[in-house]
């Protein structure tokens, strides 16, 4: 039987090669996923499981961040491998050419794979390094079935979270993202209710994270989606966080979504500039915003908003409008970004137009950009004429606006009073930085951290980190432990994770920002409790 071998990046969990694995075993081959994490190639690692495995066929799945990354593991097995080599995913599809040039794989995949599968598989041996276009399926059920490999499979029942995607491509066309070049197409919601309950049935999984921008501006999709779930009798649950556009939330939206038992709305407000949400052909307004936060507050949602800084042409007038609508709307947590220029964007073209970057950088190859993979959210390049100490300056106000640091350590005083463990998932960004800012100070009870996602790869590790990784073997067991997690169906994840491994002898404390957390009270009373 013929095999096919696929390597992801970043994180173990990609749609779209789990649905063309799943399209492969359906054509007579046998398919299976390699991850490789952020923190390292792993190169002998790969050729060890290739030698074991044999594939005839190997595709690298990859985003436009992972590129280095990519190439410099395509590079170290090229020579020990004699299977082809062909590449695909979002980068290869926007800069096909980019990574033709560099003469690693035996072809390259430009677009949807799925359409074109069929005819890959058949004549691959032939494949001489040729750019071929990818094109859709016709049957749109096939978009909805996964192939899951073993390691993703126990990443799934150990956090009994799985990522599910209603939808392709992205009807908005904002001049920073490349979705919108991609055709909308909704999945059917049938298909997307059958895919959660195979997944909460074959594996455990409780917790939906829906990777749709737009999930939550349908509502008469919404109903559809909660009624059939109903109907079925599952206790599965939906996602308790999911996205949505501020121009398109509303208060009928957001009761759907409390039916359904989602606790947090995520917007990607990005700026509270009007000149700036037009120059981004962001489609909405500051009123759009302040309404979508003032909606979630009135029907009891958590409220979190994404902010993006360092965008060309950003300045001061731009940054204190956002600050204004902070401090005015008052949502429950903000997400602060820099602009990163990826390929396939508008505003990518537009960053070489007008000089944001170097002379020297191609505008084809992306060859010139060296992410630092463990945390993209983190700034990736500084762009010319963008002053970044006045961005920094605007992030720090508004993380004093949400007074976020202030409650978290006069909580944390009272946690460290007893020997304590962080535990949650370095998926997360927020809970790498929330690391990084408790290892910045002096604990006298820190047992270190435990991350429930082994996969994930964001790890401190440095001899000046005081918050390091928790050795159970070596390690006393923990007073009680603490989660960025505020009180809602992730922090039941976690709390199972806690009751695992110690029993119902460490409670679980939550120390997140939202208002559905563990107060000084609460904290003081646990601590009265367990003595």
């Not at 074991?52 to 593991?73: C, D, H, T, V």
């Not at 799934?156 to 939808?167: D, G, I, N, R, S």
């Not at 060859?367 to 762009?383: E, T, V, Y």
Request: glycine content about 6%.
């Amino acid at each position: 039987m013929n095999k096919l071998l696929m390597i992801i990046f970043t994180e173990n969990s990609n749609l779209g090669v789990s649905m063309l694995c799943s399209l492969t075993c359906k054509y007579g081959w046998e398919a299976d996923i390699y991850f490789v994490p952020p923190n390292g190639n792993k190169s002998s690692d790969l050729a060890f499981y290739i030698e074991k495995y044999r594939p005839n066929l190997i595709g690298f799945s990859f985003k436009s961040w992972e590129r280095s990354q990519a190439l410099s593991l395509a590079e170290d097995i090229q020579s020990i491998v004699p299977a082809k080599i062909i590449a695909g995913g979002i980068h290869p599809s926007l800069m096909p050419k980019d990574i033709a040039l560099t003469g690693l794989f035996d072809a390259v995949v430009a677009g949807d794979g799925m359409g074109i599968w069929k005819e890959i598989l058949d004549k691959y041996m032939g494949f001489s390094g040729e750019i071929i276009s990818g094109k859709s399926h016709p049957n749109k059920e096939l978009y909805t079935e996964y192939f899951y490999s073993k390691s993703q499979i126990e990443r799934m029942k150990a956090t009994e979270t799985a990522t599910v995607l209603t939808a392709l491509g992205c009807p908005y066309n904002c001049r920073f993202c490349h979705s919108g070049k991609q055709k909308f197409i909704s999945h059917p919601v049938e298909n997307i209710v059958q895919c959660v309950l195979k997944l909460y049935n074959n594996y455990g999984v409780r917790n939906f994270h829906f990777l749709d921008d737009l999930f939550a501006c349908n509502l008469n999709r919404l109903k559809k989606f909660r009624k059939i779930m109903e109907e079925s009798n599952s206790k599965a649950a939906f996602s308790s966080q999911v996205s949505a556009k501020a121009d398109c939330f509303t208060a009928n939206i957001a009761q759907e979504l409390i039916r359904m038992g989602v606790e947090t709305v995520n917007f990607g407000i990005e700026t509270a500039s009007p000149k700036l949400l037009e120059f981004l052909n962001k489609r909405q307004t500051v009123d759009d915003a302040c309404r979508a936060v003032e909606v979630c507050h009135e029907n009891g949602l958590n409220c979190v908003i994404n902010l993006m800084f360092g965008i060309p042409t950003q300045d001061e007038e731009d940054y204190r409008c956002t600050l204004e609508f902070v401090k005015k709307a008052k949502p429950d947590s903000v997400n602060s970004f820099f602009y990163t220029p990826y390929p396939g964007t508008e505003l990518y073209d537009y960053c070489f137009e007008h000089q944001y970057l170097p002379e020297a950088f191609n505008k084809h190859r992306f060859d010139w950009f060296r992410p630092d993979i463990d945390g993209i959210s983190d700034l990736q390049l500084k762009l010319n004429k963008v002053d970044y100490d006045l961005a920094i300056n605007y992030i720090e106000q508004i993380d004093k606006v949400m007074n976020r640091d202030e409650t978290l350590f006069e909580r944390m005083e009272i946690v460290d009073l007893q020997p304590w463990v962080l535990i949650g998932t370095t998926r997360h960004y927020y809970y790498k930085t929330l690391m990084r800012k408790l290892a910045s100070l002096n604990w006298g009870n820190c047992l270190g951290y435990i991350d429930i996602d082994t996969e994930a790869g964001f790890n401190l590790e440095s001899k000046d980190d005081l918050l390091i990784r928790y050795n159970e073997k070596t390690s006393a067991p923990p007073f009680w432990c603490v989660t960025y997690s505020f009180l809602g169906s992730d922090f039941d994840v976690i709390e199972r994770q806690v009751k695992n491994r110690f029993g119902g002898d460490s409670p679980l404390i939550s120390i997140s920002s939202f208002q559905k957390s563990h107060t000084k009270a609460d904290i003081h009373r646990i601590l009265k409790d367990q003595i």
